[in-house]
């Protein structure tokens, strides 16, 4: 009965302060059929609650549980709006839902959309969420042709403090080739991207994947790379006192390994007075003392 007295009036409910509760209690807690009514009713509501503050939570609970083909029905309404959705405060959290929600092979034409407009997506306080569930969900066809738009401006996107994200997570689910491609692009000019704010992050997140990550073995002279160009110079020393600089300094620490590691060690005991004297020093003595205790490395 509640079923039947809410249904006619779903539509005002859902961007109700609290009638959306309602609708979303009701789609978790009917039967298909009932789901599928409420569905059918908001069909042609659906953009306009999905950029609302309270309509969107519906959508997003709809694409949780609706079956594939009704996804795909509900959404269908949304395909030329995808752009717009990203950009919205509200909407972005539903196409979020949708990669989460729906079959990969259900999101061609979300991929293909933010491929289109790769890196004002990226460096979008929005967009870059969107392309971060896509990389964690599509398969690399789907993604390689945003993927290669977003690979030739690593140096934008790794100073960008939004784009950042979007390079770390490449960095941690991309293909092993986009992997290296990164790596090779923050290695050109380390220390400019090791003392940058948002960038360090990334140099972070590459010494990371290359000594533990998924495809750590087939990046093993990727990383020897990495190391060599780190201790070519006194890029080590100059970073221990940089205060984003450091950071990378302790990724380095902490991900080094047999003779890498000794030379580091070696090269830190030899400012380790000056180190004492600052806050960001004090810090790497911590991280090399904490490495040493625990053997070699993780």
């Known amino acids: 009965r509640?079923?039947?007295?809410?249904?006619p009036g779903v539509a005002d409910l859902a961007g109700d302060v609290f009638g959306n509760f309602v609708v979303?209690?009701?789609f978790e807690r009917g039967q298909p059929s009932q789901r599928q009514s409420i569905a059918?009713?908001?069909?042609?509501?659906?953009?306009?609650?999905?950029?609302?503050?309270?309509?969107?939570?519906?959508v997003q609970k709809m694409l949780e549980l609706l079956p594939v083909s009704a996804q795909v029905t509900l959404v269908s309404d949304l395909e030329r709006h995808i752009l717009q959705l990203v950009e919205d405060m509200h909407g972005n959290h539903v196409v979020q839902a949708m990669v989460r929600s729906m079959p990969s092979d259900s999101l061609d034409?979300?991929?293909?959309?933010?491929?289109?407009?790769?890196?004002?997506?990226?460096?979008?306080?929005y967009g870059c969420r969107v392309i971060q569930r896509l990389v964690e969900k599509c398969t690399p066809d789907q993604l390689a042709n945003l993927i290669e738009?977003?690979?030739?401006?690593?140096?934008?996107?790794?100073?960008d403090k939004h784009g950042n994200y979007v390079v770390q997570c490449i960095l941690e689910h991309g293909d092993t080739e986009d992997v290296r491609r990164i790596i090779d692009a923050i290695r050109k000019d380390f220390l400019k991207y090791a003392r940058n704010k948002v960038a360090s992050n990334v140099v972070e997140k590459c010494f990371q994947v290359s000594s533990a990550g998924r495809c750590s073995n087939a990046l093993a002279e990727d990383r020897d790379l990495l190391y060599?160009?780190?201790?070519?110079?006194?890029?080590?020393?100059d970073l221990a006192n940089d205060k984003f600089g450091n950071y990378a300094v302790q990724s380095i620490v902490k991900?080094?390994?047999?003779?890498d590691r000794e030379t580091i060690r070696r090269r830190i005991e030899a400012i380790e007075h000056e180190l004492?004297?600052?806050?960001?020093?004090?810090?790497?003595?911590?991280?090399?003392?904490?490495q040493e205790e625990g053997g070699d490395g993780d």
């Open 149 to 159: 738009r977003l690979l030739h401006e690593v140096e934008k996107l790794s100073t």
């Open 255 to 259: 991900y080094s390994r047999g003779e």
């Open 228 to 237: 060599q160009a780190v201790l070519a110079g006194r890029d080590l020393e």
């Open 24 to 26: 979303q209690k009701l």
């Open 2 to 7: 509640i079923f039947a007295a809410a249904l």
């Open 276 to 290: 004492r004297s600052s806050p960001t020093g004090k810090h790497i003595l911590g991280c090399l003392k904490k």
């Open 109 to 125: 034409f979300v991929a293909s959309t933010i491929a289109d407009n790769a890196v004002k997506m990226a460096t979008h306080m």
């Open 40 to 58: 059918d009713k908001l069909q042609r509501e659906v953009y306009t609650l999905s950029t609302h503050k309270y309509g969107c939570r519906v």
